[in-house]
């Protein structure tokens, strides 16, 4: 049991090393590229708000139409 545990305990301290290790900076072209990335979802996004909004208004228009057009019957 002992030596499970101390097995145990030094895969944890080994990970966590290796993740203190893996935090090192980034080279310049990837954040530039990070950088570009999400610049350009927040374009993408932008896009998705002028097309969202008619959408639903559209949706709202037929709805009372159809709401309309349902009790006049």
Request: avoid cysteine; hydrophobic fraction near 60%.
């Amino acid at each position: 049991m002992k030596n499970s545990l101390k097995n145990g305990g030094l895969v944890v301290a080994g990970s966590l090393a290796g993740v203190s290790a893996a935090s090192a900076a980034l080279p310049a072209a990837a954040e530039t590229a990070f950088t570009n990335l999400s610049a350009d979802a927040l374009d993408l996004v932008d896009l998705a708000w002028t097309a969202a909004i008619p959408i639903t208004v559209a949706f709202i228009i037929l709805r009372m139409f159809k709401r309309a057009a349902s009790s006049a019957t």
